[in-house]
């Protein structure tokens, strides 16, 4: 099964750094795509007056992106390829952001290129690739399996390829220029049947060009005649029937050619390495002079209209205009060139920079030359960067823990270096620029920094500040989350000037200080496990590619080994010689005595490519790791079946194991996550549904069950922790950590309980504040006491994610109640949503995302509003379902404690189904049964009878390519709305005020309107339901305007009549 | 300004062209080793002859003549075990062997050549990570230069023997002899092996032998619908100087980069400031 993690981004005020090395506009120039050094995948959103916006970032690669291209036909399904210098393939859903197929293969790809040929090809089309290679490659498109390769009688790399489609001879063949300037070309028209039958094929034709370093070979569609090569030194016309050289045209010094693209018969463009392009009229005497132009050859070295009248009969360039620079900057850059005729689209020279600086120019259909016959200069039409749109939306971009920073400096805010969480303690450490390190508790700073209207979260957000490093904090490390050799208290942390700080990170106090005196400390980790099992060492790297090992306990420099040449890859302790391995970036090896700290071998070649090997085997560690989702998410999808062993703890020769499982209970994780280059840190919040969801119910079912909280889950807690208890002794000092121990159990619960209505009724906070600040003041650390901490933080972190699912100002009435009843608070800014589309491959959503869609739609309030279609969804899912639902009885016998648990637990497991839905919409039926059992099994709402329309709905949805954000937003929204509605009443009763101030009663109506439209025709197919929401709402609107006032008097009458007359009111004008 | 700034300045506008430029020379010298005809005015490459042989016996010899990344020619002795018959084979005249490992080579050391021409002197490095990255693509391109020539592929035997060099000889290969070629370090080497087809009704365990760029004898295959075990293997070997000489330029310069990025490093508090 996939892992189910939804996530939220929290991004800093500095954008990652996304170093453009490819970049490609989609076929409808709706997306920008580019693929970063990093090894990320941005997409821009493209407006259509060519203005740009980051969307969405897509993590999965683990190397540089060498190039992009479209993987089917764009219109039936928007799908890109990525490859990668390390022969990682890729294909992604440039709409949803997912990945659809992922490889790894041994070759590198530097170009790649979609070919499809409907009526002569089976399956989705190949995918014709050449790079680091002999030859090209045919890759299939929606397998990524090599499915053939072209041959060739002299193979060598291929630098460039593109596919030559003659509409006059109905024959698609490919051409190529390898590396030392051989042109050949393959038909690929008559090869299909070869190909598919894996017999040779050879090359039609090869010719020797005298170009070296071909950057791009281009045919011109126009003419169906014309060759364009350009190479870095020069580009080069040919006549495609007998490949006679046209013309040639040299580089400016100090300039090199970097691609070209034929704009029409005769006219070219033609770009350059840092970001200049030009375009060319061929001068053409080509059709009077017959064969004639056979016998030139490469005399035409930049000829200028001055000197071509000598030169009557040959085909010269002609400079007509050129792209004009920004500032006259250039920096090395991608340049790609989008040629639409048709009239919504536009001629488009983009370019994306090292720097991540995209740049368009909106090339003119007739491009001209001034009336001096000097060329003339087209102007950048736009330009953007990630760091533009982290400006634009700057509460989007805001750090995590900015507040706390910024109230300590005063102005500016300390940028945070380097990060870790804790999930044990939900402690987030960050350290930072100034060597401060914050330590806070995870999931409050997550609220707080999400979270509207919680200065009450803010102001009081427990934190902790360690002084001690005076420079960057380049690293840290909490030892203890993954071994238990280490003592819970111990955090440490390295920095820029070379100091390593072991702290106690209860008290705050230095136990230790290393000077190391080798640059900057970049890495930090914790020895194998079977070395020394009870031993604390950790490794520390550093930028002199030393490797300090630190043993903990006795507070020592153990070694330091200082002679590595090249970065270190791999360490590997050897406990029966006690010596230390390293293995070096240049595959070189370094063996220490740890006992005398001195260097026992230095071996290069075979003999160290064998120790390497050796050490794959075993356990070893591996330096600079970069993005540690991938092992986050594998961590939390095996939690299911290890939990199990959490047991029988204690005998295995891992100890560490029973610590890790009782970590995964955690249903919320903060990872922090870097880009490589520059050092802007963000943080993801990882939400895992299914534990959520366990907790949930189990925490219902001890509310519902019996005063006393034993029931079983708890029960099981209580028992696994005293075995814990035994293990950790040390950790008794901390026991806030512990929950529910038996003894204790009772009165924690109490506390619970009361934190619970502090919770549900925001208007009495006092009280709460009041008991927290005893219950703090009592501890002697400053942390929040976290006896409960499982219970609460379940319904916290499920009411933090159903806050950055709903979408916000709809209607400000439901809003309302939601913070008010349900303590599901609004946001502060659109969240930047991410999904996991398979256990290594992340999609993130950048500030700024789709912020021009609110503004369209016209309501101002709106916003964490994915997508426009959602309301429409929304509705269709209330249309589907209304019937089954019915009354829901049972509320009223409840106190409000449970009701709105009951509630926030009934939204969580809906937007969970339905992620579980469209995750696997292959097992259905197996969906179908679960969710029986499911219902089945929360007892307290009405069996949903109906589930199975519902399945159907969603699977609908699935095949229209509904993003899953988008659907969960959907039936999160229509089941607030529908579950909000009967509470309606009492809050009205309740909160006079709040329905006085909102003017916008109106909302409800047209949504109750088109509701009952929808009733009506529920048994119409959902498109027309579609139609007709629309038609009735842009019909009504006006009406149901003036009647707002009424209605929200009447609905204060009586709850049981109101539906009925809102809607007789409306059906009647 | 302070002093460690201007000399960070110093570095990104003097030291690093100087160092790029002794990178460019080295390598250059490299790629000339590789016989590249790049000037296009040189014609042919030229040849060169090596005799491929072990001190100890004369089972296996063989003469090889290397042009540029091409086995032109190659004669192959080989004196059977069993009977000391003599067998001669040598390439057909039509055809030569492209040994991959060296074109390979030889295509990532221009790679790098190339890169490092984009930034000549005229190049202004505006930061230190814009050098960092250079010097990244460069090393990517020189380490697998260098592991090219280090690393020889894992074949297996059906690999090797359903290759295209089995049918470059004349008079053409018995069945039961099967030889490979390929660059480890600074050696060209040949392997030949002598099989012997298992009969079905043997006793023998039938386990197929996995890729190894050299097969041990007792090695099995399935080829053809035939099985066949290796019942002797020659290896022979023979320096090529110039590969030697490239080597040791991947290493040199290999280090020249390291050293160039950990003296930027040094700085890196200066260049995160400095957005381009």
Request: charged share 20%; glycine share 6%; proline share 3%.
């Amino acid at each position: 099964m996939k892992a189910s993690l939804p996530t939220v981004a929290v991004w800093g005020r500095t954008a990652p750094s996304h170093s453009i090395t490819a970049v490609m506009i989609t076929d409808d120039q709706q997306t920008i795509v580019t693929g970063s050094q990093e090894g990320q995948i941005c997409l821009w959103d493209l407006s259509s007056d060519l203005q740009i916006s980051s969307k969405e970032m897509l993590f999965g690669h683990t190397a540089s992106v060498t190039c992009l291209a479209k993987a089917r036909e764009f219109e039936k399904q928007p799908y890109v390829v990525s490859a990668t210098e390390n022969g990682e393939m890729c294909v992604w859903n440039v709409t949803s952001g997912q990945c659809i197929e992922n490889a790894k293969l041994p070759y590198r790809h530097t170009a790649i290129h979609y070919y499809h040929c409907s009526f002569r090809m089976t399956g989705e089309g190949w995918l014709l690739c050449c790079g680091e290679y002999q030859d090209v490659l045919i890759i299939d498109a929606k397998t990524l399996g090599v499915l053939h390769t072209l041959s060739s009688q002299s193979s060598d790399w291929i630098k460039c390829i593109c596919v030559v489609h003659s509409a006059r001879i109905q024959e698609d063949s490919l051409v190529a220029v390898s590396v030392a300037g051989v042109l050949k070309v393959w038909d690929l028209s008559s090869s299909l049947n070869s190909i598919q039958e894996k017999q040779c094929v050879c090359e039609k034709e090869s010719k020797s060009l005298d170009c070296i370093n071909c950057q791009a070979v281009r045919f011109c569609t126009y003419t169906e005649r014309l060759l364009l090569v350009v190479s870095s030194m020069c580009w080069q016309v040919y006549d495609y029937c007998d490949f006679s050289l046209l013309c040639t045209e040299f580089c400016k010094s100090g300039q090199c050619f970097a691609g070209g693209e034929v704009l029409a018969a005769y006219r070219l463009i033609i770009w350059t390495e840092d970001g200049h392009s030009y375009i060319y009229q061929l001068l053409n005497r080509w059709a009077q002079m017959g064969n004639s132009h056979k016998k030139f050859s490469g005399l035409s070295k930049s000829m200028y209209p001055a000197d071509g009248k000598a030169l009557k009969e040959t085909v010269y360039p002609h400079l007509l205009s050129f792209t004009g620079m920004k500032e006259n900057k250039s920096l090395p850059s991608v340049m790609g060139f989008m040629n639409e005729r048709k009239e919504p689209f536009y001629k488009v020279l983009f370019s994306g920079e090292v720097s991540g600086r995209i740049t368009l120019w909106h090339v003119p259909d007739v491009p001209a030359s001034t009336f001096d016959g000097s060329p003339k200069e087209i102007p950048i039409t736009t330009m953007w960067t990630l760091q533009d749109n982290f400006n634009k939306h700057h509460s989007m971009s805001e750090g995590i823990i900015d507040e706390l920073c910024g109230s300590e400096d005063g102005f500016g805010s300390a940028v945070v270096s380097s990060s870790v969480y804790i999930p044990g303690l939900d402690k987030l450490v960050c350290g930072c620029e100034n060597g401060k390190i914050f330590v806070t508790l995870g999931l409050e700073t997550a609220r707080a920094r999400l979270l509207e209207n919680i200065s009450f979260l803010k102001d009081n957000l427990p934190y902790k500040v360690l002084n001690g490093h005076s420079s960057r904090v380049t690293c840290l490390l909490y030892p203890h989350d993954k071994s238990v050799r280490f003592d819970p208290s111990w955090l440490l942390s390295g920095s820029q000037d070379s100091v390593v700080i072991l702290w106690d990170i209860f008290t705050g106090g230095i136990l230790q200080q290393f000077n190391l005196q080798s640059g900057a400390v970049t890495e930090l980790l914790r020895s194998p496990e079977h070395y020394r099992v009870n031993q604390s060492i950790v490794c520390c790297l550093c930028s002199d590619h030393s490797v300090a090992i630190l043993h903990l306990q006795k507070r020592q420099c153990l070694l330091h080994a200082r002679k590595h040449l090249f970065p270190v890859k791999k360490i590997k302790f050897d406990p029966l010689e006690n010596v230390l391995i390293v293995g070096c970036e240049d595959n070189s090896v370094y063996i220490w005595e740890i006992e005398t700290g001195t260097l026992e071998r230095h071996e290069t070649g075979d003999t160290a490519r064998a120790i390497l090997a050796a050490i794959e085997d075993s356990e070893y560690l591996v330096a600079g790791a970069v993005l540690p989702v991938s092992q986050e998410l594998k961590r939390i999808k095996n939690s299911g079946y290890k939990q199990s062993s959490s047991y029988k703890h204690g005998m295995g020769p891992y100890p560490a194991h029973t610590e890790k499982t009782s970590d995964k209970v955690r249903p919320f994780t903060i990872l922090p996550a870097k880009t490589k280059w520059n050092n802007a840190n963000f943080h993801i919040l990882l939400f895992d549904l299914e534990k959520l969801e366990e907790l949930l119910s189990s925490q219902l079912n001890g509310l519902k069950s019996s005063k006393s909280f034993h029931n079983q889950y708890t029960l099981e807690r209580a028992k696994s922790t005293t075995e814990k208890r035994a293990l950790t002794l040390k950790r008794n000092k901390t026991a806030a950590f512990v929950p529910q121990v038996d003894g204790q159990a009772e009165t924690v619960c109490s506390d619970q309980v009361h934190r619970d209505n502090n919770a549900t009724r925001p208007m009495e906070e006092g009280g709460g504040i009041k008991r927290w600040k005893k219950m703090k003041s009592s501890r002697k650390i400053r942390m929040q006491p976290s006896g409960n901490i499982d219970v609460n933080m379940a319904t916290d972190t499920a009411k933090l994610l159903l806050s950055c699912l709903l979408p916000w100002g709809v209607d400000k009435e439901i809003d309302n109640l939601c913070a008010g009843h349900l303590n599901i608070l609004r946001l502060q800014c659109p969240v930047s949503f991410g999904l996991v589309s398979d256990e290594s491959h992340l999609s993130l959503m950048l500030p700024g995302w789709k912020c021009t869609d609110c503004g369209v739609l016209g309501e101002h309030g709106v916003f964490n509003l994915f997508s426009k279609r959602v309301l429409d969804l929304s509705n269709k899912y209330l249309a589907a379902t209304e019937g089954q639902f019915g009354k829901k009885d049972g509320h009223e016998n409840n106190d409000y404690g449970t009701r709105d648990l009951e509630t926030v637990f009934f939204l969580f497991s809906r937007i969970s189904l339905i992620y579980r839905i469209i995750n696997t919409p292959s097992a259905v039926t197996d969906e179908i049964e679960s969710y029986l059992c499911f219902s089945g099994k929360s007892r307290y709402h009405s069996p949903d009878l109906g589930s199975i329309s519902l399945l159907k709905l969603i699977c609908c949805w699935n095949d229209q390519s509904v993003k899953i954000v988008e659907a969960m937003q959907a039936v999160l929204l229509a089941e607030v709305q529908r579950t909000l509605n009967p509470l309606r009443k009492t809050a009205i009763c309740r909160q006079p005020l709040a329905i006085v101030e909102n003017g916008n009663g109106n909302r409800k109506c047209w949504f109750l309107h088109t509701l009952h439209f929808s009733l009506c025709f529920i048994l119409i197919a959902a498109v027309s339901v579609l139609k007709h929401d629309k038609s009735s709402k842009s019909a009504n609107f006006q009406d149901v305007e003036d009647t707002s006032d009424r209605c929200v008097l009447e609905e204060s009458e009586s709850p049981g009549e109101r539906h009925l007359k809102t809607t007789t009111n409306v059906l009647g004008y | 300004m302070t002093s460690s700034e201007e000399e960070f300045k110093w570095l990104l506008q003097e030291e690093v062209h100087a160092v790029l430029r002794q990178l460019q020379d080295i390598l250059k010298e490299a790629s000339h080793r590789f016989a590249l005809p790049t000037s296009g005015s040189g014609g042919a490459v030229k040849q060169e002859n090596f005799v491929l042989s072990t001190s100890g016996t004369d089972q296996v010899k063989g003469v090889m003549t290397l042009q540029g990344d091409a086995l032109c020619q190659a004669d192959v002795n080989l004196k059977m075990p069993r009977n000391n018959q003599l067998l001669h084979f040598a390439f057909r005249e039509d055809k030569q062997w492209k040994l991959q490992q060296i074109q390979d080579a030889r295509n990532h050391v221009n790679q790098a050549i190339y890169l490092l021409m984009n930034r000549d002197a005229n190049y202004q490095f505006k930061t230190g990570l814009e050098v960092l990255k250079l010097m990244d693509a460069v090393m990517l391109q020189l380490s697998r230069a260098r592991n090219r020539l280090t690393t020889p592929a894992t074949l297996t035997l059906p690999e090797i023997a359903s290759s295209g060099l089995t049918k470059m000889f004349t008079p053409v290969l018995p069945p039961d002899i099967l030889v490979n070629f390929y660059i480890n370090l600074n050696k060209l080497c040949l392997t030949v092996y002598q099989l012997h087809v298992m009969q079905p009704s043997t006793t023998k365990n039938f386990k197929p032998a996995g890729g190894s760029v050299l097969h041990n004898p007792g090695a099995m295959f399935e080829f053809g619908s035939q099985r066949y075990e290796v019942s002797h293997v020659h290896k022979v070997e023979c320096v090529v100087p110039w590969l030697n000489d490239a080597l040791v330029f991947f290493t040199v310069s290999l280090q020249l980069c390291q050293q160039l990025k950990d003296k930027i490093s040094i700085f890196s508090s200066y260049w995160n400031y400095r957005p381009y």
